[in-house]
């Protein structure tokens, strides 16, 4: 088979050098940008990709939404399987994108998009098969959980842990997509929607962790608590909740101890119960790692995951996400994690949300 590498930076570097340990797949084709065109393969035009009948796999490791969405629509429509680790694009095209690789009878897989090199998605699907999965919620965003994790441990300033976060390769091109939430927006979207069977609202609570400092992250430290930024999912009989906010968790929860660019996801499933699954959200070979799987399963042709489609239509009922709020350093117990995050972003305070799993 032959592939495309739409985008050559962190992952798609990466992607390039882990693909030649695959036996049974070429590299026709990297997409550039026009000036730096300094290998055959590389061309800056897509529709070259997109018109050679002899690629098959196109391999988006582009940042951002567009023209990311775009390009794997079009890659759809020209019959080629599709492999991302774009959040942002699948999310943004999620119903639509799906239902056009179900037609065209190609594969749509998007593994790396959410948790890095965790095999989240995978997990979800396979359990989510059998049994009834009610909650999903972790931290899901390496550049986040450095920043805090380095804050929190070496009383750092919040602009040197992020530059560190950068220059590491684990932000976004823009880390405002990160810190601001929206990039594990995109992500908990993508997986409760799997687990719940649903094409799930996007407009959801989104609050990043901009306005946490050190004092906080002190103020909670001594209450016994560790502030990380989580996605949470809920589904309550034909109800279900998203939100994304900085929470406060005990010490003891396991997700207290995740370091540097790590994620930690867990999902409840009525007879599984309890599962974590943990590894680098983050970074070029983490994130390669999990679109070379993709690739092998197109590869080895492993059950197809054409376009999803889903049956169910749970309500959005925002209400499912409550409990004790802090706005600023004032407490609000049993209060809708919605209204209290709104409450913030109007007063421009500090959100965190007491999370119990
Ligand atoms: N910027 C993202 C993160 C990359 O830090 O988690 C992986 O999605």
């Known amino acids: 088979m032959n592939a495309a590498i739409l985008g050559y930076g962190t992952v798609g570097k990466s992607v390039f050098r882990l693909l030649e340990r695959v036996e ?113 919620y972790g931290i899901l965003n ?31 091109a823009d880390p405002r997509a990160d810190v601001s939430g929206f990039d594990v927006r995109n992500k908990i979207i993508i997986l409760s929607s799997l687990a719940f069977d649903s094409f799930l609202e996007q407009d959801i609570p989104t609050v990043g962790i901009e306005r946490i400092d050190k004092d906080l992250l002190c103020r909670f430290r001594s209450e016994g608590k560790v502030i990380k930024l989580l996605g949470m999912a809920v589904c309550s009989g034909s109800s279900y909740a998203l939100a994304v906010a900085p929470a406060a968790i005990p010490e ?26 943990y590894g680098q959200g983050a970074g070029g070979d ?12 197109i590869l080895y042709k492993d059950p197809a995951e054409y376009g999803r489609t889903f049956e169910k239509k749970p309500g959005y009922d925002p209400a499912l996400l409550r409990g004790t709020c802090h706005v600023g350093d004032q407490i609000y117990p049993d209060s809708v994690l919605s209204d209290m995050a709104l409450k913030a972003e109007k007063e421009g305070k500090s959100f965190v949300f007491e999370f119990n799993a």
């Open 142 to 172: 390496g550049t986040c959980n450095y920043i805090l994790w380095q804050m929190d441990k070496n009383s750092m300033d919040y602009g040197e842990a992020l530059s560190l976060a950068q220059k590491a390769g684990y932000a976004e």
């Open 24 to 136: 049974g797949i070429s590299v026709r084709y990297v997409l550039e940008l026009p000036d730096r065109l300094n290998e055959s393969y590389m061309v800056s035009d897509p529709e070259v990709i997109f018109t050679d009948k002899d690629v098959d796999i196109v391999i988006d490791a582009l940042p951002g939404t567009h023209p990311s969405y775009e390009y794997i629509k079009r890659a759809l429509e020209c019959g080629k399987h599709v492999v991302s680790s774009n959040k942002a694009a699948i999310c943004f095209g999620f119903e639509e994108l799906n239902k056009l690789a179900g037609e065209k009878g190609v594969s749509l897989l998007y593994e790396a998009s959410c948790g890095g090199t965790i095999p989240i998605i995978e997990e979800i699907l396979r359990i989510g098969k059998l049994d009834a999965i009610d909650k999903v």
């Open 252 to 277: 003891t929860a396991l997700e207290a101890g995740v370091p540097e660019n790590f994620n930690m996801i867990s999902f409840n499933g009525e007879y599984s119960g309890e599962i974590k699954l």
């Open 286 to 297: 983490p994130t390669a790692d999990a679109v070379v799987r993709d690739v092998e399963k």
